[in-house]
């Protein structure tokens, strides 16, 4: 799966993933159903990808922006956020093994 069929089947703001109550949750946990941008990235790609894919967003993003603050934009919607992670990953295959590494500054607060 590509992180955008993962935002797809559900986004949120305020955190990387959540549960059906609204509680945030591991990206990895089988309770989430819905993740923000950075949470699918970094559950489909490890880090390097991610890192080449982040820098492929700014292509179409404002680099004023940071990756988390775009998504948790109050006005930002789901439909958005799809279509930028369909831009960046595109077609062909993409994932790889997970890999430790330093992501946008993800958020803690509860949705």
Same mark, same amino acid.
């Given at each position: 799966m590509k992180a955008w069929q993962y935002v797809e089947k559900g986004w949120c703001q305020g955190g990387l993933a959540i549960d059906n109550n609204g509680v945030q949750c591991s990206i990895f946990s089988n309770k989430a159903v819905a993740w923000c941008l950075?949470?699918?990235m970094m *559950? =489909?790609?490890?880090?390097?990808k991610r890192k080449m894919l982040y820098d492929k967003m700014y292509q179409f993003v404002s680099p004023?922006?940071?990756?988390?603050?775009?998504?948790d934009y109050h006005k930002r919607t789901k439909r958005q956020v799809v279509a930028l992670l369909? *831009? =960046?990953?595109?077609s062909g295959r993409l994932?790889?093994?997970h890999g430790g590494c330093r992501d946008?500054?993800?958020t803690t607060a509860a949705i």
């Open positions: 950075i949470g699918a *559950k =489909v790609y490890s880090c390097r004023q922006w940071d990756l988390v603050e775009w998504n369909k *831009k =960046v990953e595109g994932s790889d093994a946008p500054r993800p």
